[in-house]
């Protein structure tokens, strides 16, 4: 089965730097897709930036982007110019054909003013 | 509806007793994923329906967790001789049919709140 694996449970980032958070995966499919979501204290899950592996490209929105190392199983996600309401929990994802998405164990992301 | 909806909100319960709790996704949606969230802790994959099949259930925990989907809308999670153990958010999301790009997304619904006393 697929496994996603965030080993920072704890990450923190002055206001307008830049901070990493890293992702591994594992999987023996070619055909997958990958995700970071952000859930702020409302619990509600946001969709922040999405890659599909068979895209040589790493995705950008805006002040995120992702580093996509497909043969590593890495998928880390920068966040630039950081701001206060980036705080919140982000979980890595994986999607593979006929399974569910699976999460990552969080990182929860503090931003100092 | 315009969002997915899940009941009840909360739901507390005494040891041992089953609870049902329901996920009605946005019209449309033919994937449902239901995930356990513990306080502070990340979601943990309990079981995926295409229509009404489910060709991933590898993440129920324990023959007590049961799920089911009729007429490819409305979920319902069974949980038979509740544990404490078994407090946590439950949350359902559901995704649009088709693969890629802008169908690449969760929406999950709000939540229940499970306390087993």
């Known amino acids: 089965a697929q496994t996603v694996t965030q080993s920072q449970p704890e990450m923190s980032v002055q206001e307008a730097e830049t901070v990493t958070l890293s992702c591994t995966y594992d999987?023996?499919?070619?055909?997958?897709?990958l995700f970071w979501y952000k859930q702020p204290p409302s619990r509600q899950m946001i969709l922040v930036i999405r890659q599909e592996a068979y895209k040589q490209q790493n995705a950008t929105e805006n002040r995120f982007s992702v580093n996509f190392q497909k043969a590593a199983k890495s998928f880390s996600l920068k966040i630039s110019d950081s701001q206060l309401g980036d705080a919140a929990m982000y979980f890595c994802?994986?999607?593979?054909?006929?399974?569910?998405?699976?999460f990552g164990a969080g990182t929860r992301l503090t931003v100092k003013p | 509806g315009a969002g997915v909806s899940q009941s009840p909100s909360n739901k507390v319960t005494e040891k041992g007793k089953d609870v049902e709790l329901r996920c009605d996704p946005i019209?449309?949606?033919?994937?449902l994923y239901w995930y356990r969230q513990s306080l502070g802790q990340g979601l943990e994959f309990l079981i995926y329906?295409?229509?009404?099949?489910?060709?991933?259930k590898s993440g129920l925990p324990s023959d007590r967790f049961s799920a089911e989907r009729t007429g490819g809308s409305v979920s319902t999670l069974t949980i038979q001789r509740t544990q404490q153990e078994d407090s946590a958010v439950y949350l359902c999301a559901s995704r649009i049919p088709g693969t890629g790009g802008p169908n690449e997304k969760l929406f999950f619904g709000s939540g229940t709140q499970l306390s087993v006393l």
């Open positions: 999987t023996s499919e070619s055909d997958y897709y």
């Open positions: 019209s449309g949606h033919t994937a």
């Open positions: 329906f295409q229509g009404n099949s489910a060709p991933d």
């Open positions: 994802a994986s999607r593979h054909r006929s399974q569910g998405v699976r």
